[in-house]
């Protein structure tokens, strides 16, 4: 479901990945399971323990709200491009897609996002010793910032190598790096553009999402529950996912499922 409302594809190789993917260990399982008795399994029971558990990112390390990112401690936002996906990770956002791949992160700052740069791309060139061809200063939504750029060859043809950086305070810079096919529009252009101070009023409603159990009452329908759910996009869908609920199935007063909800 995911990948469908990113529009991107559902399967990821292997060997791409540092974990089986989902379809291999649900095949797996299934094969250690057949042909063993069927059990009794306590539903409600495993319900009632899920009840109030946090779903999806913690603010504390950001949160991804359809194609924005925001941070409520670093007091930060951007907007990723159309038909790109986003990841977030303990210590960077991945951005992905066909065009192109960036990360946003952090390192250490003096106060000199020239130097910064130069020292960003001297870590992605491994052993190659990379440096930009030129530096730009410039401002974004009133935030200093600065670019560089180079092109290399990664065996495959000429990619295009950006950083690109922020001066969020005089000992704290962010950036991102980015690569996309060289001689090509960079189609992060609109996100570089997009980063932006949050207010403390919209860091403080940054809020986490939590799984509300509840139990179906008589008259309530899939559509009205699925209304409750916390997204701006696919409710139902996200709802039938959810609960393992088919195209055809309904459901029934006394049974219980799954929300998800803003945990205030």
Same mark, same amino acid.
């Given at each position: 479901l995911d990948a469908r409302l990113q529009g991107r594809d559902a399967s990821i190789p292997e060997w791409a990945s540092t974990h089986p993917d989902p379809a291999s260990r649900v095949q797996t399982a299934l094969g250690k399971v057949e042909g063993m008795a069927g059990g009794f399994t306590n539903g409600d029971t495993f319900l009632t323990r899920i009840d109030g558990l946090m779903y999806g990112d913690d603010p504390a390390q950001g949160m991804i709200e359809g194609r924005q990112f925001i941070h409520p401690e670093m007091r930060l936002a951007?907007?990723?491009?159309?038909?790109?996906?986003?990841?977030?990770?303990?210590?960077?956002?991945?951005?992905?897609? @066909? *065009?192109?791949?960036?990360?946003?992160?952090? =390192?250490? !700052?003096?106060?000199?996002?020239? &130097?910064?740069?130069?020292? +960003?791309?001297?870590?992605?060139?491994?052993?190659?010793?990379?440096?930009?061809?030129?530096? @730009? *200063?410039?401002?974004?939504?009133?935030?200093? =910032?600065? !670019?560089?750029?180079?092109?290399? &060859?990664?065996?495959?043809? +000429?990619?295009?190598?950006?950083?690109?950086?922020?001066?969020?305070?005089?000992?704290?810079?962010?950036?991102?790096?980015?690569?996309?096919?060289?001689?090509?529009?960079?189609?992060?252009?609109?996100?570089?553009?997009?980063?932006?101070?949050?207010s403390a009023s919209e860091a403080s409603n940054v809020v986490a999402r939590r799984v509300d159990v509840v139990t179906v009452r008589s008259g309530d329908t899939i559509q009205s529950l699925a209304s409750r759910m916390a997204y701006e996009n696919a409710r139902e869908d996200r709802f039938r996912v959810l609960n393992a609920l088919g195209a055809s199935d309904t459901l029934r007063a006394g049974q219980k499922v799954k929300l998800i909800v803003r945990a205030r």
């Amino acid at each position: 479901l995911d990948a469908r409302l990113q529009g991107r594809d559902a399967s990821i190789p292997e060997w791409a990945s540092t974990h089986p993917d989902p379809a291999s260990r649900v095949q797996t399982a299934l094969g250690k399971v057949e042909g063993m008795a069927g059990g009794f399994t306590n539903g409600d029971t495993f319900l009632t323990r899920i009840d109030g558990l946090m779903y999806g990112d913690d603010p504390a390390q950001g949160m991804i709200e359809g194609r924005q990112f925001i941070h409520p401690e670093m007091r930060l936002a951007f907007t990723a491009p159309q038909g790109f996906y986003m990841v977030n990770g303990t210590k960077a956002v991945s951005i992905n897609g @066909q *065009s192109g791949k960036a990360q946003l992160t952090l =390192a250490s !700052y003096d106060g000199n996002l020239s &130097n910064y740069i130069r020292q +960003q791309f001297a870590t992605l060139g491994d052993d190659q010793n990379l440096r930009p061809s030129s530096i @730009q *200063s410039t401002t974004i939504n009133g935030i200093p =910032a600065a !670019y560089g750029t180079t092109r290399v &060859n990664n065996g495959q043809g +000429q990619v295009e190598l950006v950083v690109f950086a922020y001066e969020f305070a005089s000992d704290r810079a962010y950036h991102f790096a980015t690569i996309t096919p060289a001689g090509r529009a960079n189609p992060f252009n609109s996100m570089f553009q997009s980063m932006r101070r949050i207010s403390a009023s919209e860091a403080s409603n940054v809020v986490a999402r939590r799984v509300d159990v509840v139990t179906v009452r008589s008259g309530d329908t899939i559509q009205s529950l699925a209304s409750r759910m916390a997204y701006e996009n696919a409710r139902e869908d996200r709802f039938r996912v959810l609960n393992a609920l088919g195209a055809s199935d309904t459901l029934r007063a006394g049974q219980k499922v799954k929300l998800i909800v803003r945990a205030r």
